[in-house]
């Protein structure tokens, strides 16, 4: 049994085996492929393969278990052949020319989120064997076919650090933990983990040449240690905490379709921040009353070649499709700084957190944000869909913003493409912003606080500096007067101003963020709940 400590990214505690990651190949990943014809005939062989596995398991099943129980393999065989779920797949691989384990894998989140979205429960039901379906099919395209349930098994991710592009290509249900000797709690690679709700330890200073993939480990978020090889006693212990999380998560189910309202009457938004059209479906299982944060950058994060417009409008419309008519607020490219994507071609920069990053390069390559923004209009018919800029520093930038937005309307138009109006905000996460809202409250129609790095640049703290961790105060009083200075400025002009930073989560302040004004906050999607309860107790 070793122990280590480390930080703890989310509070959570998880069993379970670990996979060492550089083992590469035990993930789905994103390739750019030449020959979308051999791709597709690759997953017509994978697809005849897994229905001989199905006919096995059917006929073994039927031996053991009986006839009833065994149909559910029958069901698999038929939802393989279902001609929406192939169309589906073969058009990813042909538009985005993307290898096929990636195409089959996302189709499947795709297709499972939007059973698992429906009122029927027999629909609903389906959301498990789409993925379970889709999960052979890539294991079988893998080469991994020999033992089913060996490879389904989720596993506690243990590496020596994760960019974020590499955790955005990760299976997620396939993920119990992440444990890294790097990383920032600041980092986009933490704000994931949050996001998938589940724990996450970082700068833990293990001996990586020590750590076996299969090995089993304990990830204890809320003591912030990991222990691998745990004794029996040890495993006893964590299955009853596990029990006791299980309770509590139950507990607050039952606040599922109930208002965010103080018991004085005030109430206020509670959106998720999500970083993928995957993610949509921890939106709804956690009852979100909209997106608040659609970092559209992850699109374009571990990939060879920029999202075309077709596959961004395919994206943004499944979302807004998804959320049936809640809001869904969708950032433009806030790409740079630690979001790195090599055929940006961005140059290395001593400082790249002040450098050249989000909606400076939009205005500086404009053809990028322009497509991005085609997209974006387009799919405002599909649903209802706000944009937000980011990193705004000047009443200048979002001027030249608008001029943008109005020439590609004009190409819409001309084009005969419909879209409605969406509603336009920026993000304030810079202190420039938060001195002069008082004049952007009057040209945007929200505020969207980022307090990631509103913390950063107000305290001169690089987020992603490991080091500097303990000088990161969020709660330090310049960034709550500055939050309190954005709200009211953005009332005064009639408009809402809501927090989309991880501080918005932030469980002790939810008190003090209701009181002075907030309309909304947007956080990862398992804390919507756990924010509704203190929200609900107060007066
Ligand atoms: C922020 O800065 O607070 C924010 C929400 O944006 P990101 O974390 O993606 O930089
Ligand atoms: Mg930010």
Redesign the pocket.
Known sequence: MTKYAGKSVYKGIAMGKVLVLGKEEDMVKREKIEDADAEIVRVGNAIEKAQQQLQDLYEKAVKEVGEASAAIFEVHQMMMEDEDYLDAIHSMIRTENINAEFAVATTGDNFSEMFAAMDDDYMKARSADVKDISNRIVRNLMGKEGNDMEQSEPVIIVADDLSPSETVQMDKDKILAFVTVHGSTNSHTAILARMMNIPALIGVPMDLDKVKTGMVAVVDGVKAEVTFEPSPEECLKVTNKIKEQEEQARLLETLKGKENVTKSGRKINLYANIGSVSDVGYVLENDAGGIGLFRSEFLYLGRNDFPSEEEQFQAYKQVAQTMANKKVIIRTL?IGADKQADYFELGKEDNPAMGYR?IRICLKQQDIFKTQLRALFRATAYGKISIMY??ITSVSEVEQIYKIVDEVKKELDDAGIVYHEPEQGI?I?TPAAVMISDELAKMVDFFSI?T???T?YTLAIDRQNAKLDDFYDSHHPAILKMIQIVVDNAHKEGKWAGIC?ELGADMDLTKTFVEMGLDELSVAPSMILKLRQIIREMD
């Open positions: 806030d989000a980011p990193m993000m996460e980022g990631n790095d509103l950063q930073g």
